[in-house]
């Protein structure tokens, strides 16, 4: 158990739907990280969050955002669904944006009908 | 965008035998780490190397990393079914930007 807890787990949702994922990092982390791992794209890093502050942007789209709250947990919505955005929904934490590992969720499987 | 690029993508190998991963990567890094991930699973820390170290060993992991051909190599050695499973690497570029990974090198290990 990594102590990152992601919810939902599963979810199945039509096409031009909006969810909400949610994370929990590790107790004591301030990083928080999400990424999308599909067949064909690999792990692509969506965005970084650290003590509430965004801090990295990566390969995420306009439909989607995401925040970290005073209690640090992160939510990464996902608006307008295609398709394409089934996938599985990584959150990650660390202590610090450098120089530390990071610690998975189990991911949420997002399936787009 | 990718930042590692894992080699090979696929490995099939005997219980007992040790296995090679290849990392490279394109920018200066801070760190590089190895993770693995079992299927469908969330990713789990196998072991981080600074870019001023070129060897480290965790168990039967030894990590290389030569930064003057922005390169990494994970061994595994003496594997077993148990290490079936995705291995990637990852970077975490100087400027403390976030941890960007490769797409993976699949390991199979058979008994």
């Known amino acids: 158990d990594s102590g990152v807890t992601q919810t939902p787990k599963h979810l199945i949702t039509a096409t031009g739907q909006r969810v909400t994922l949610r994370c929990s990092p590790r107790s004591g982390d301030l990083s928080v990280y999400w990424y999308q791992q599909s067949l064909d794209q690999g792990l692509q890093f969506l965005i970084q969050?650290?003590?509430?502050?965004?801090?990295a942007k990566g390969n995420i789209l306009e439909r989607f955002s995401a925040q970290q709250f005073p209690d640090l947990h992160s939510e990464l919505n996902l608006s307008s669904l295609e398709l394409g955005d089934s996938a599985l929904y990584f959150c990650?934490?660390?202590?610090?944006?450098?120089?530390?590992?990071?610690?998975f969720g189990q991911g949420t499987r997002l399936t787009v009908v | 965008s990718q930042q590692g690029e894992e080699d090979p993508q696929a490995l099939s190998i005997q219980e007992g035998e040790n296995a090679t991963m290849n990392c490279s990567y394109k920018t200066s890094i801070n760190n590089l780490q190895w993770y693995r991930q079992n299927s469908g699973r969330g990713l789990v820390h196998l072991i981080l190397?600074?870019?001023?170290?070129r060897e480290k060993h965790s168990g039967r992991l030894r990590v290389t990393l030569d930064t003057s051909k922005k390169s990494s190599s994970l061994l595994i050695t003496a594997s077993r079914a148990a290490d079936t499973a995705s291995y990637f690497c990852a970077t975490l570029g100087q400027a403390g930007t976030a941890l960007i990974f490769g797409k993976g090198t699949t390991l199979s290990v058979s008994s």
């Open positions: 190397i600074r870019s001023n170290e």
């Open positions: 969050y650290y003590n509430g502050e965004e801090r």
């Open positions: 990650a934490s660390s202590s610090s944006p450098v120089d530390t590992e990071a610690f």
